[in-house]
């Protein structure tokens, strides 16, 4: 109990509204949940009542940060690679490691923004804002502990990147990726085709489609919209060139899961 108060007191001192959870597990011990999270460490404590509990923090506008939870088991990590590789790096934030092996990456609310509970928002990837909460470090679960891999006290809460608000927003998005499509839907000619092709099958792979596959439609892509087409020869070999760079970086994500 002491160990945890140390924490709640820090959380406290951020503004942060806590409420208590069962230990070993995420179901409030007060009535009405999130609804009852408070500032007020006296209030607090009384909700508590002197019984082992885990941390809630109720998420949103009432503490000022939203969370992005990412799902190892369900692909979270490999998704949240992609959308980076496809729109940009996420900024340094405060994040946390789940008793699953998962992770919670924080960040600020921004005025005006209005963001609810979104469940999948990609495969094995939900977001925790208005009406939501998480379990904080060091809370235990039945997997083990929550622990802070970049902790509040030593890290700045980031504002997300604009893609990122407009995809938990259900926005449009606007990839870095529309001006390769619209080079590619014109066709390619000589000077642009190996770099297209290029383009292409690293796109194709980075979304995670099969060699084969990638290998057949940037095969045919080749014979019909390159002008004149590169010889089979060519294109193999920039294919090749690509496909083992995507492998690796694929490997590389998989160790770090």
Request: hydrophobic share 35%; net charge positive; proline share 5%.
């Amino acid at each position: 109990m002491k160990s945890l108060e140390k924490y709640e007191i820090a959380y406290f001192n951020l503004g942060w509204r806590l409420f208590p959870v069962k230990r070993g597990n995420k179901h409030p011990i007060t009535k009405n949940g999130y609804k009852d999270a408070t500032n007020d460490p006296t209030q607090y404590q009384k909700e508590c009542d002197g019984k082992m509990h885990n941390i809630g923090l109720a998420t949103g506008k009432q503490s000022g940060v939203w969370v992005l939870d990412v799902d190892i088991a369900h692909g979270g990590e490999e998704s949240l690679n992609r959308l980076q590789k496809q729109f940009g790096k996420i900024p340094n934030t405060v994040k946390s490691k789940t008793q699953s092996g998962g992770s919670h990456l924080y960040f600020q609310c921004q005025e005006n923004m209005k963001l609810t509970n979104r469940v999948n928002v990609r495969p094995g990837i939900d977001i925790r804002a208005d009406g939501g909460y998480v379990v904080l470090p060091p809370s235990k679960g039945p997997k083990g502990f929550y622990e802070w891999l970049y902790p509040p006290v030593r890290t700045e809460i980031a504002a997300a990147p604009t893609w990122l608000v407009q995809m938990v927003t259900k926005q449009s998005v606007k990839s870095n990726n529309d001006g390769l499509m619209s080079t590619l839907a014109d066709g390619l000619t000589e000077g642009s085709r190996n770099m297209g092709i290029a383009q292409l099958a690293g796109l194709l792979l980075s979304h995670g489609l099969n060699i084969t596959m990638a290998w057949m439609l940037t095969s045919s892509y080749n014979k019909n919209y390159c002008i004149p087409p590169l010889d089979d020869q060519e294109i193999l070999k920039i294919f090749q060139s690509i496909a083992n760079r995507e492998l690796i970086q694929r490997h590389r994500w998989r160790q770090a899961e």
